[in-house]
């Protein structure tokens, strides 16, 4: 009769055998050190001394992670242990005075031990009267049975502070600049100034949850629309 103890002794080596091989495949390939760092704009402007911070992780358009942490006193975050890839991209965003500032995408490397993203900052004014547009070009191509539509705008800030809104969303996501596209687009694209994650899309268009910064800046998107006519080019 072969023993009830043994029995037991092959079960468990089994599943520590098959826990053992779990681990193996779920483990991360190399890690970073990820240091979210940020410059205040405004002269003697408030402290960032606790300010969250939020970093997103992508690997293509997938979200595959999301890290959050708080500033020093130095204005850093530092997060540990951060994937890397060739594939990986992260996005880190800062909440100050209630509004948000974004760092520009960066590319997780294997080869990288360290890595800092900038966030520039400034006190935030909610007088939007400060913004205006100083240009706005469109570009205009066909392509099979939909029209490409390019977007040239200039955004101008004219104050020392981050224009932000007090108007949300139904998420409590402040509504900063808003625009109306035509209906039916599609396959939206940004090459300037707008940040993948800051952006809420509706049927009319989109509008930014990023506060505007002082200065020029360039707008530049893209979308195509289908072709119901064959008189138009």
Known sequence: MFPLRHFFII??????????????????????????????GTAKGCSVLGDPVIVKIYEHKELKKTLRGRLDADGRAVFDNVPTSDCLT?????????????????????????????IRIF?????????????????????????MVTEYMQLINTSGMAVGSK????????????????????KFESSSYFTRDALCFTKEGFYDTAVVPPGRHQLIFSYTLNINSETMD
Request: hydrophobic residues 40%; aromatic residues 4%.
């Open 167 to 186: 108007k949300k969303d139904s998420k409590g996501r402040a509504v900063v600049l808003e625009l109306m596209l035509p209906r039916g687009f599609r």
């Open 123 to 147: 006190d935030v004014s909610y007088d939007k009267s400060k913004l205006s547009v100083g240009a706005l070009h469109f570009v205009i191509k066909r392509r099979d049975a939909s029209l």
């Open 90 to 118: 992260a996005f880190a965003s800062v909440t100050h005075e209630n509004m948000r500032f974004d760092a520009r995408s960066v590319t997780l490397k294997p080869a990288q031990k360290r890595i800092t993203t900038n």
């Open 11 to 40: 079960i468990l080596a089994a599943a520590l055998t098959g826990i053992g091989s779990a681990k193996n495949e779920t483990a991360p390939a190399s890690s970073t050190v990820l240091v979210v760092k940020v410059t205040d």
